[in-house]
């Protein structure tokens, strides 16, 4: 599954350190998750989501939505 990370974390305008600090996972995680090379655990991806300040399935991109972007 892929995410919004990036397009949260940039509506906010942080850096991925930014986000790193306020949420607890490393900044290498954030950005391989941001890449779509590594899916994040559960854990964290719901600290990633308190500290965006939305909810994980707010992050979550759907099947429909991932065919949107590749049609």
Not at 16 to 41: D, F, K, M, T, W
Not at 47 to 53: N, S
Not at 57 to 69: D, V
């Amino acid at each position: 599954m892929k995410y919004r990370i990036r397009e949260y974390r940039e509506r906010l305008g942080w850096s991925q350190n930014e986000l790193s600090r306020r949420s607890g996972v490393p900044q290498s995680a954030i950005s391989r998750y941001e890449a779509g090379e590594q899916e994040p655990g559960y854990s964290r991806l719901k600290r990633i989501a308190k500290a965006l300040g939305v909810s994980v399935e707010e992050l979550e991109i759907t099947q429909e939505e991932q065919h949107q972007t590749t049609a």
